[in-house]
């Protein structure tokens, strides 16, 4: 599933570095040529499945590892929702200094961490040197096949070890594609098989150790720095889906599904690294509700696969999109390559159904409700696109109707600020109705944000004459940049722009959707 679905795979179809079910949906959107209802709405679901994963993860990883530490000190019992807590609040604070910050703080704890793994799993492996035989399918498929009803519970409960892949590929913007595959094959795949063999050959040699395979690989000596070195390790373990969560609310707003919020680029080396308050501490709030609903890692295993499979399947089911409109594959071609993926990913996804009624329909409710808040939102939108379309002028309409116009024409400069340098303001539109004026340089102002960290002397204000008394005039920001218009303007005057700032006004038009009896109408 990692190493296939998602190394191999889905890294390679990137939405500008971007990752994500969003941006798998962009990618396919684009190469079909125009929106499809249906692929629009299995992107929805999916990026609504994520949300519930993104406050499952934190929640489940933090409470298992603070329950891991009751092994070395069963007094701790009482204390453990209250630590589990206090640690989740330092983890979201955390997120306001950057993915770059935190990964220098947790990078080297999670090198020991999985280096660790590999040395606990090859202590044991002698134990029971023919546990190597399980890298042969056969045994898995006679399991199977022997044991149906167990090995469909048992697909369920070993669903733990695949989740992760779909915050990876949400992650890809934070990262790169080449330090995630160099991190996988590289440390992390290595030590994950070295330690669940050596966990399979000590339960072979000690059946009697099964119960906590894992914390029995460790001698007793060296079990109270395991426990603290795993709770640090699950702490991490939520990074991948918090900073996943961020990006993939960035392609939702982006793509019309949430409305605009305050995005800050936490470095200068990758547009990805992004940190998004209102999400962060949206995220916090419901992590910390689950902790004290559920109140044991146990309790929210249940709830834990739904989400994650729902989502994984979701972009399966784009990838063979993704193949069939992107890349030119046949249809039949596309199902055919992906068929061995979407079968285990189904039987998982069957397998986790049967815990809904004990707590999986949680992730589910919270999906349910993001849905709705995106659906609703992206209806509303595009309401109000198609309202602003409709009343739409193109500039170059306007430029011919007021050469032959009578309309007075005063002394000054009026920047009118649109999103649209083809479009004409609706400012500017009101001020010739109602004032019926228009000044002796009129200068359509645009704002753009570039995909470098700073914007170049050069490249910061381009002016262009329109005609008559109309001229467009684009100022540039870096994502890093906040952008400051006024004192953008001494690039404008560098550019050519002529203007007194005492005989100058800016306007700015707003949209604003209003309810009335019929439904709603949009207020410019």
């Known amino acids: 599933i990692v190493t296939v679905k998602y190394i191999f795979f889905l890294l390679r179809a990137d939405n500008r570095g971007e990752g994500g079910i969003l941006a798998l949906y962009t990618l396919v959107r684009l190469a079909a040529g125009k929106r499809s209802v249906p692929i629009l709405l299995l992107a929805l679901v999916g990026a609504a499945l994520f949300a519930g994963d993104a406050a499952i993860t934190p929640a489940i990883s933090v409470l298992s590892a603070v329950e891991g530490a009751e092994l070395v000190l069963p007094s701790l019992e009482p204390y453990v929702l209250p630590l589990t807590v206090g640690i989740l609040v330092a983890l979201f604070m955390m ?111 000690h059946p009697e150790r099964a119960e906590n395979s894992f914390f029995e690989l460790a001698p007793a000596g060296v079990l109270p720095w395991l426990v603290a070195l795993a709770t640090v390790a699950t702490v991490i373990a939520s990074q991948a889906v918090i900073s996943g969560a961020f990006s993939v609310a960035r392609g939702a707003i982006q793509l019309g599904f949430l409305p605009r919020l305050t995005i800050r680029h936490t470095a200068e080396s990758s547009s990805g690294q992004i940190y998004i308050g209102a999400i962060n501490w949206t995220l916090l709030f419901g992590v910390i509700a689950l902790v004290l609903s559920f109140r044991s890692s ?139 004026v228009l000044h002796e340089q009129t200068v359509l102002l645009t704002v753009e944000t570039l995909r470098v960290p700073y914007a170049t002397a050069e490249e910061r204000a381009t002016v262009e004459p329109l005609g008559g008394c109309f001229i467009r005039l684009v100022l540039r920001f870096g994502f890093m940049e906040t952008p400051n218009v006024s004192r953008a303007m001494v690039h404008a005057r560098r550019a050519g722009l002529k203007f007194d700032v005492m005989a100058s006004t800016f306007f700015l038009g707003r949209r604003r959707a209003v309810a009335t009896g019929r439904g709603a109408e949009l207020v410019m």
């Open 298 to 436: 146990e309790a929210l295993a249940s709830a834990y696969g739904n989400s994650v499979t729902g989502s994984m399947e979701l972009e399966t089911t784009l990838g063979v999109l993704f193949l069939w409109r992107a890349l030119k594959f046949p249809l039949a071609v596309s199902f055919l390559i992906v068929s061995p993926v979407l079968v285990v990913e189904t039987t998982f996804l069957a397998s986790n159904a049967l815990k809904f009624f004990d707590g999986g329909y949680v992730p589910v409710l919270i999906a349910c409700i993001m849905a709705l808040v995106m659906s609703a939102w992206w209806r509303g939108s595009q309401r109000v696109l198609a309202r602003v379309h409709k009343l739409a002028i193109p500039v170059k309409s306007l430029v011919r109707s007021m050469r032959h116009s009578s309309i007075h024409v005063i002394p000054g400069t009026a920047f009118f600020l649109t999103p649209d340098e083809d479009v004409v303001p609706s400012a500017l539109l009101h001020n010739i109705k109602h004032n019926r």
């Open 95 to 205: 997120q306001r200094s950057g993915t770059a910050q935190v990964a220098r703080l947790f990078g080297p704890v999670c090198v020991v961490w999985f280096l660790t793994l590999a040395l606990l799993g090859l202590m044991h492996i002698g134990e029971t040197p023919y546990v190597l035989a399980s890298f042969n399918p056969l045994w898995g498929f006679g399991f199977l096949v022997d044991h149906t009803g167990v090995a469909f519970v048992v697909l369920g409960a070993i669903f733990l070890a695949v989740t992760g892949g779909e915050a990876l590929y949400a992650d890809l913007g934070h990262f790169g594609r080449r330090p995630i595959k160099l991190a996988w094959f590289g440390l992390v795949m290595p030590a994950l098989v070295l330690n669940y063999l050596g966990q399979g050959a000590m339960v072979l040699a």
